[in-house]
């Protein structure tokens, strides 16, 4: 009993890295995934039906493992970091009940599906140990293996502290994570039906839970048909949500400091700039497809699933930006990261390549089409900060390949409201409005680091012209923005509103007594209010 105690404390002295870790785990639910639908006797199915199984697998499991590394956590007392090659080692059971299942049926697996029951038999359910489900389910494998995990958790707890009521607490605790995610569906069901007033928990059976996840009806332009997966194509909008939630509860747990810190570094003028951009297409696949308008639950989730993750992009892009803007940020932007030596350059790394997983399984969640566009964004943020690309050197290449980044976010809002996510319905003269505007414009956050990009080899204008003709010339191109925007839409009454605005960005960009790095602050207000502007007198009339 000794050496087992000594083992399970000698496990929370090892570490492994957020990469291994992410990486050993999405084998293993490509593992499960393809056991599965492959090696198990099932029916076959397409293609993107298996990229959503495998989706559906990750989130549930990611979350499960979330819930249970946290409880656990807060049972021993421990920082999560070290646990976490424990959860590693634990995460080969989720590939153990589709093969329990073959073993006994010889190659087919059970159904083994979420339990969808009234407020009454679930409470019979959870009281039962799961022991009176809905005929047809069946638990088998899965059922084996959620009681060996709540065995192994609780042996695990005793052998660390010798408490058998932490033990005990730690199976309960255990048992009521996984009935939790079990039966998640219908407790969304109960609060969601519930607090809209539609109808009390007690009226509340498992149909109306198929009712609220298991139609197909449009999703604003999206027209996801596939009825066997329409449920968990629904539910994984709330998976992701939850995950991104529990993943910085963790890391706050893990190192506040370092939570903290990245907050701080997250460049909030452009993640309102990204939000913009999102919205901006959004209002315009309004304007060209206005049938696709639904207002509901799952339409305002997809929503918040693309924000999200056109802001993980943002901050996968600003990790690359930084690793490789060093020499510049440790002259002009001391604050940041890697200068403060608050991460490690591999630790660094890792978290941007978390945020970029995080991202591109945002948008693969709603649709094919929305992960391409955040991969563009993201190959284009890769070619402008980092080597042998490295586009930020050169101006005008620089701004033109953030514009291009730029219309890929613009492009993701639009087709979240196209009907057949089509991008071709848009007049290309706004196309080229949007690219020329963001190219003359971007340039505004160059004035903040022009002793940096000096040192580091970046031809930036201010860097190439100086401070004061820098910004006289950003300025001049900053109105000629404002101003073209009446030549390729052909309005003339857009002209005195654009000189307006433009003239105000102008004086504005002239002013010595404004901080560079404050100008985006200064400049994003009036872009916002002209582009308002713009809207009412071009579409809206």
């Not at 139609?215 to 539910?235: A, H, M, P």
């Not at 089409?369 to 991969?375: G, H, I, Q, S, V």
Request: charged share 15%; hydrophobic share 55%.
């Amino acid at each position: 009993m000794e050496k087992l105690s000594r083992f399970a404390k000698s496990i929370t002295e090892k570490r492994t890295s957020v990469v291994v870790w992410t990486s050993v785990f999405l084998c293993i639910i490509f593992l499960r995934t393809f056991t599965e639908q492959f090696l198990a006797k099932t029916a076959s199915i397409a293609p993107y039906e298996a990229v959503l199984e495998f989706i559906h697998n990750l989130l549930f499991f990611s979350i499960t493992f979330l819930l249970l590394w946290l409880m656990l956590s807060f049972v021993l007392r421990v920082n999560p970091r070290k646990l976490s090659v424990l959860f590693l080692a634990a995460s080969f059971v989720v590939l153990l009940p589709p093969l329990i299942d073959m073993v006994k049926t010889g190659g087919e697996t059970f159904w083994s599906f979420y339990i969808l029951s009234s407020a009454a038999d679930l409470k019979l359910q959870f009281l039962t140990l799961f022991g009176n489900l809905p005929s047809g389910i069946m638990y088998f494998g899965t059922r084996i293996t959620f009681f060996s995990a709540i065995f192994l958790l609780a042996v695990f707890v005793y052998l660390v502290t010798k408490s058998t009521l932490k033990t005990v607490f730690t199976a309960i605790l255990a048992y009521l994570t996984f009935f939790f995610m079990g039966s998640f569906p219908m407790l969304f069901t109960f609060c969601y039906l519930f607090l809209a007033k539609k109808m009390p928990i007690s009226s509340i059976q498992g149909f109306d839970a198929v009712q609220l996840f298991g139609t197909t009806e449009k999703i604003w332009g999206i027209d996801f048909r596939s009825l066997r997966f329409s449920f968990v194509y629904k539910l994984d909008f709330i998976f992701y949500l939850l995950l991104i939630f529990l993943l910085v509860v963790l890391f706050w747990l893990i190192d506040k400091k370092k939570v903290i810190e990245t907050a701080k570094n997250s460049r909030y003028p452009q993640l309102i700039y990204h939000a913009g951009l999102f919205f901006m297409g959004i209002g315009l696949g309004i304007f060209y497809y206005p049938q696709n308008i639904a207002l509901g639950l799952f339409p305002i989730l997809a929503i918040l699933v693309l924000l999200t993750s056109v802001w993980l992009s943002w901050l996968s892009s600003v990790v690359i930006n930084d690793i490789h803007d060093k020499k510049t940020d440790n002259i002009t932007n001391m604050s940041r990261p890697l200068p403060c030596s608050i991460f490690s350059e591999e630790e660094y790394l890792h978290l941007g390549i978390v945020y970029l997983a995080l991202s591109l399984l945002g948008g693969l969640i709603v649709g094919f089409d929305f992960f391409f566009l955040l991969l563009a964004y993201n190959i284009l943020a890769w070619f402008y900060s980092a080597p042998p690309m490295r586009l930020k050197r050169y101006i005008g290449v620089a701004s033109f390949a953030s514009a291009l980044a730029s219309l890929m976010i613009f492009f993701l809002g639009f087709i979240l409201m196209a009907s057949g996510q089509d991008i071709h319905s848009i007049s290309i003269k706004i196309i080229a409005l949007l690219v020329v505007s963001y190219t003359l414009s971007i340039p505004v956050k160059d004035l903040k680091d022009i002793e940096g990009d000096k040192e580091d080899g970046v031809y930036t204008i201010p860097v190439v012209f100086g401070e004061k003709k820098g910004r006289m010339i950003i300025g001049a191109s900053v109105f000629v923005s404002y101003v073209l925007s009446v030549f390729l839409l052909n309005e003339r009454s857009l002209f005195w509103w654009a000189v307006l605005f433009g003239g105000a960005s102008y004086l504005i960009l002239q002013k010595k007594d404004i901080e560079p790095k404050n100008l985006p602050w200064c400049v994003l207000p009036l872009s916002a209010a002209y582009g308002l502007i713009l809207v009412l007198i071009v579409f809206v009339k």
